[in-house]
């Protein structure tokens, strides 16, 4: 049974294998809200940095985390990944190229990369995600990555999750403004502009820092200028990252806020999983009445 495996494998962190994790998460993804009877997981003893990273489609997001990953891992960092995205790389969504790429970064020792698919159907980030980051807690990596693709409700809702949270934006997509408008401004810890190789990348700064300065935001919320793909501007991303990790969150985790963010989450996979069995049994609409 799916629960007596959980308390072996939870029990059997001595070893801290990823093997087991992987193994873990599987159980947790099964049974769903029930995995919080286990008080590792319920009550971890240690939170893990999490920061959530994310953006349109396309920015750049899993080039700069196989970056990020490879800065942290030199600096002898344990970094976990939570992609919530279908089409991303890490889980063979990408070009040949871009696969290698991955490859090579997530070869590192300390690396476990875990993808699931985007959404719940009632929307917003799947129940499952919420309670695979407290097996990453309990796993005590040093940074937990989390890939999330910029489409509306789940990439707002990330913030609920992440500690921190990073907003990509690129030149070429020319919707800078659109994006604050989509709410992106209120939930960003820190914005980093890819693709700065790409024409336009100065005025999409300019354009940000102008819109913290309104907001008089300019002080906490850095920007910063990365090419991903050609490895630039990732030290100087990496370091503030480093030191936001060193703060204390746990307050910040343990905010009302916070609590009823994951609570709502839970309990819409638990109703998600009801109707796909009721539906299972139906075999006329009049049952419905
Ligand atoms: N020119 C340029 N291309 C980049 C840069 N960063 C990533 N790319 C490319 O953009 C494409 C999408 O990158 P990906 O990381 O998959 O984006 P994601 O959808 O946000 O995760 C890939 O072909 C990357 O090689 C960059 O800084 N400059
Ligand atoms: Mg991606």
Redo the contacts with the bound molecule.
């Keep these: 049974m799916a629960e007596d495996k959980i308390g072996k494998l939870l029990k059997s962190k001595k070893k801290k294998s990823f093997q087991d994790l992987a193994q873990l998460l599987t159980q947790i993804d099964e049974i769903g809200i029930k995995s919080l009877k286990y008080k590792q997981l319920l009550n971890p003893e240690c939170f893990s940095f999490r920061l959530g990273i994310t953006?349109?489609?396309?920015?750049?997001?899993?080039?700069?985390i196989t970056q990020l990953i490879q800065h942290f891992c030199n600096n002898g960092m344990s970094v976990g990944v939570l992609a919530v995205?279908p089409?991303?790389?890490f889980s063979g969504g990408?070009?040949l190229g871009?696969r290698i790429r991955y490859q090579e970064a997530l070869h590192n020792q300390n690396v476990f990369v875990r993808s699931i698919g985007s959404r719940g159907s009632l929307g917003g980030l799947s129940a499952s995600a919420y309670l695979m980051l407290r097996a990453f807690d309990y796993w005590q990596f040093d940074i937990v990555l989390i890939?999330t693709?910029g489409v509306g409700q789940t990439e707002l809702e990330i913030m609920n999750v992440a500690d921190s949270t990073a907003v990509?934006l690129v030149p070429e997509s020319g919707d800078g403004i659109q994006m604050m408008k989509a709410g992106l401004m209120e939930i960003a810890d820190v914005f980093v502009v890819?693709?700065?190789?790409?024409p336009g990348a100065q005025s999409l700064v300019d354009e940000i820092k102008n819109e913290l300065h309104a907001r008089d935001q300019q002080d906490r919320v850095p920007v910063f200028s990365?090419?991903?793909?050609?490895n630039?501007g990732i030290e100087e991303l990496a370091k503030h990252i480093e030191k936001e990790s060193q703060k204390d969150f746990s307050f910040f985790r343990k905010s009302k806020d916070k609590i009823q963010a994951e609570a709502k989450a839970l309990l819409r996979g638990e109703l998600e999983q009801k109707i796909t069995q009721k539906a299972a049994r139906i075999k006329s609409l009049k049952e419905l009445l």
């Design positions: 953006g349109p489609p396309g920015a750049g997001k899993s080039t700069l995205d089409s991303s790389p990408a070009l871009d890939e693709v990509v890819n693709k700065s190789d790409r990365t090419v991903a793909s050609q630039q």
